[in-house]
T-cell receptor, first 109, second 113 residues
Framework: EDQVTQSPEALRLQEGESSSLNCSYTVSGLRGLFWYRQDPGKGPEFLFTLYSAGEEKEKERLKATLTKKESFLHITAPKPEDSATYLCAVGGGADGLTFGKGTHLIIQP | ETGVTQSPTHLIKTRGQQVTLRCSSQSGHNTVSWYQQALGQGPQFIFQYYREEENGRGNFPPRFSGLQFPNYSSELNVNALELDDSALYLC????????????FGPGTRLTVT
């Protein structure tokens, strides 16, 4: 059974203060690792897919990296509009996605 | 390109009743998955439909059932509603192939009283 653990549960940063969110996973075979952003009361918004250890992807102030046991979402010089819950998931195909509980990120001006 | 849409936005039902939620998939996508998200939790996989058949299911009882139509839209039906069924129900669409990326709709907020 796939398992995903995200840390920290919540993170408060000052605007411009870079940091990283962690996603540890246990799978029998990695089909994909996914990062989503979710705003309150809305559906998750797709950010990145990573398929193999060593892979990295970037989008604006976000960069996702992957090792054999964990993934990191690095946030560089964040702005208040980056405040959201960031969800990590593994899986894909007919078995669906297994999500972590998310990291609630607050960026203060 | 049209994204995933869901209806209704909000719904209030009484314990024991039945409910139907609807989802239209993103243009070009032929697979639909449904998820349940309780407050403060990540989404949990309910089931997936491909070519109008259920081809994968999570740990949910049979009173959760679904349909997929020829235009790839989908329904989620829940019978004998329980208080714990109160949650945000999310629909996600994807296309077949090596990229398993799923794109989510805005969700339906179900409250069971």
């Amino acid at each position: 059974e796939d398992q995903v653990t995200q840390s920290p549960e919540a993170l408060r940063l000052q605007e411009g203060e870079s940091s990283s969110l962690n996603c540890s996973y246990t799978v029998s075979g990695l089909r994909g690792l996914f990062w989503y952003r979710q705003d309150p009361g809305k559906g998750p918004e797709f950010l990145f897919t990573l398929y193999s250890a060593g892979e990295e992807k970037e989008k604006e102030r976000l960069k996702a990296t992957l090792t054999k046991k964990e993934s990191f979402l690095h946030i560089t010089a964040p702005k208040p509009e980056d405040s959201a819950t960031y969800l990590c998931a593994v899986g894909g195909g007919a078995d669906g996605l297994t999500f972590g509980k998310g990291t609630h990120l607050i960026i203060q001006p | 390109e049209t994204g995933v849409t869901q209806s209704p936005t909000h719904l209030i039902k009484t314990r024991g009743q039945q409910v139907t939620l609807r989802c239209s998939s993103q243009s070009g996508h032929n697979t639909v998955s449904w998820y349940q998200q309780a407050l403060g939790q990540g989404p949990q996989f309910i089931f997936q439909y491909y070519r109008e058949e259920e081809n994968g299911r999570g740990n949910f009882p049979p009173r959760f059932s679904g349909l997929q139509f020829p235009n790839y839209s989908s329904e989620l039906n829940v019978n004998a509603l329980e208080l714990d069924d109160s949650a945000l129900y999310l629909c996600a669409s994807s296309s077949t192939g090596p990229a398993y990326e799923q794109y989510f709709g805005p969700g339906t907020r179900l409250t069971v009283t």
